[in-house]
Structures are given as C-alpha cells and as structure tokens.
C-alpha cells in the first residue's frame, strides 16, 4: 500500500485526499446531523410553501425559517420546466431563482426525474464538484507553479463546506471556473468558452469571470481564445430572456436587494460588527469577512511579483473587488452568504502563480481552515 501511494502523481494523491475528506463530512452530516434525511442538507424552512413532488416524503424541516438557496434549487431541480404551478409558489423570488438553472437541471436529468433520488444526486454532484476543483487545482498548479500539492489548500475553504452543507450551485460554478481558467491557460479556446458558458447558466456572477477572459484575451493579444469567448455569453443572454418571458417579470432580479453604493455595506457591516450581536459572534463574523480584503492584497502583492503569470488573476480579482465594494448588507451581514458569494476569489489565489508568497499563500489558507472547523463543529 505504502508503494503504491508513492508511486502516484501529486495530483493523484491530492485526489485521493480530497475523495477521504468529503466523504467523511458528508456520511457525518447525512447520519448524524440531518438523522439520515438527505433533505437536511437543502436547509428547507416551514414558511413557504413546499414543491408540490415533495408531497408524502419524510422532509427535514427548520421550524420558522424562510429557508435557504438550496431549498430553491432542490424545487427547481424537482420541476425544471415548471410544469406545476406549485413550483413557482415554493419559490421566493422566482425569476431570480430560475435563472440559474444548470445545477438544478443536472440533478433532474442524473437523477431520472424521480423525487426521491434528486436530492442524493444533488448532493452527489456538489461532493464530486470539490474532488473535481482539488485535482484540476492540483494540475494548474503543477503546470504554472510547481506546487502541487498546494491543491489540498481547496480544502481549506469555509465556502466549500458551507455550500456543501447547504446544497446550492457555487461549487460547480467554481468547477467550472477553475476549468476555463486551465484551458484558458493551455490554449485550448473552444473548452475554456463552453466552460465558461456553462458556469454563466449556473451562476450570473460567472459573467464576471466571462469578462474577466474576454478584457484578458485582448490584453494577450489571443485572438482565437477571443473569437470563441465572444460567444460564451450567448447562452446565458438566451436564457436570461427566456426567464423574462416565460415569468413576466414575477419577483426581482436580486440586483436591487444585493447590491448598491460603493462601500456603504462594507460602512453597514463594519457598524453591525461593533453595535450588535455577541462579542464571540462579532469575532467570527470579522475574522471570515476580513479574509476576503486580504485575499485582494495577496493577490496584488503576487501580481507585482509576476505579473506576466497572473493577468488573468489580476483582472478577475478588480472585477470581484468592485463587486465587493458595492455589495449591501444582504450579502455582507452573515458569513454564510459572503463566504459562497465571493468563494471564487479564494480559487483566484490558490491559482496565482507565485514564488516568494507561497508562504504568505498558505498562511491565508490555514487561516481559512480555521473558519471552516468553526461552521462543521457549530453545524455538528
């Protein structure tokens, strides 16, 4: 056994790392904190209605809580073409919902339609989205820093676990991501734009990324990675349109509520931090949400250090940071959803290619880890 574990690549046994841990937490979660109902891992309140192809079933539910995204997605996931009136109902807002449809799509279709077997697959495709972002992870990093083994640093992420506990589509977005960006990377334009395409239907955060490669391939001069990105965003207008048609504009877009003046959620925030809430509450809060400017700085200080590597990471990174400052108290108040919003800026570090900061890097990360071991003990 010995011999065989060192004879496998880096990436490899990165894999294998990640395949242990995931299935740990999530046999933990599924036996012990959700009494063997796979439904606990959606967080499904009691206020709105729930789909109607849950009727009958044995559902975990949280007494007097609106619910979460994944609660969301699991209903469109049950009625993807919303065949049953009873679907728009169970969801809170839904033209915002129904614009991300792929992951709720692939549960539907991997699952067979059948309601009782969706929500394993659901949580089947968000447990082998993160062995998926380790090994890739572990690929760029062999191919663009040498540090393979810094891959297992996705573990460390407290967007990772809370996603997964919570059942929504950003691990796959950042699968998806962290793939456009390797094939963006290895020249191969046709597979970074399907991927990227593919993550905007999931996602419309993801555009950010779209333009982030777009404004990157033209300061690279890539013509053929920019012939092929100018259509990656079809796919995603197209449907958006379709969301608009087949809805006629039932609950908001989610731009108003999430988003507003430059730096007056991060102003709100900060405020909330010293005014409400418990002192060890208001230290975990500052501690995850700080990462986030530091993550930023890292990458910048990394960017000075290779610039010519880390284009691509540099402008992803303003986009999001502009986003950040412009984020409301919606997002910005509660780290569960600061942490799954902006989860990609923590992949745009992992994947900054960097030498003298590698030490810095990691420190970050096990910093992070700290804040993932806080939600999974609170969450046991």
Not at 360 to 375: D, N, P
Request: glycine share 6%; proline share 3%.
């Amino acid at each position: 056994m010995k011999q065989f574990w060192l004879k496998q690549p880096q990436e490899i046994k990165n894999t294998i790392v990640a395949v242990a841990l995931v299935t740990s937490i999530v046999l933990y979660l599924y036996f012990f904190k959700f009494s063997g109902n796979i439904t606990g891992f959606f967080r499904i309140g009691s206020i709105l209605p729930l789909s109607p192809f849950l009727t009958g079933q044995d559902i975990f539910i949280y007494q007097g809580e609106l619910g979460y995204d994944g609660q969301m997605f699991l209903s469109l996931a049950l009625d993807p073409f919303l065949q049953d009136s009873g679907t728009i109902d169970a969801l809170d807002h839904p033209q915002y919902r129904y614009r991300r449809i792929l992951y709720p799509l692939l549960g539907y279709v991997f699952g067979f339609g059948n309601s009782q077997l969706i929500p394993y697959i659901m949580v089947g495709l968000n447990c082998l989205s993160i062995v998926l972002i380790v090994f890739v992870s572990s690929l760029y990093l062999k191919k663009y820093s040498g540090i393979t083994w810094q891959g297992l640093l996705v573990l460390c992420i407290p967007g990772i676990w809370i996603i997964l506990s919570l059942s929504t589509a950003g691990l796959l977005s950042s699968l998806l991501l962290v793939t456009a960006l390797y094939f963006y990377r290895q020249e191969q334009p046709i597979s970074a734009a399907l991927s990227i395409a593919a993550a905007c239907l999931n996602r419309e955060i993801m555009l950010l990324m779209w333009l982030a490669l777009l404004l990157t391939s033209i300061w690279e001069r890539k013509w053929q990675q920019l012939k092929h990105l100018l259509w990656a965003w079809l796919p995603a207008a197209m449907w958006n349109i379709y969301v608009v048609y087949r809805l006629k504009f039932q609950g908001t877009s989610g731009v108003s509520e999430n988003f507003g003046y430059p730096l007056l959620g991060i102003f709100n925030k900060l405020a909330t931090l010293v005014t409400a809430g418990s002192l060890a509450k208001n230290l975990f809060e500052a501690f995850s949400f700080g990462l986030l400017p530091m993550i930023c700085l890292a990458i910048f200080l990394i960017y000075r250090e290779r610039h010519q590597d880390n284009k691509i990471i540099i402008i992803a990174t303003l986009l999001y940071g502009a986003l950040l400052l412009m984020s409301s108290l919606a997002i910005l108040n509660y780290y569960l959803d600061y942490s799954r919003v902006y989860i990609n800026l923590y992949f745009l570090l992992l994947l900054a290619a960097t030498y003298r900061y590698t030490l810095g890097k990691t420190i970050l990360f096990i910093a992070a880890s700290l804040a993932s071991i806080s939600f999974l003990l609170a969450h046991s």
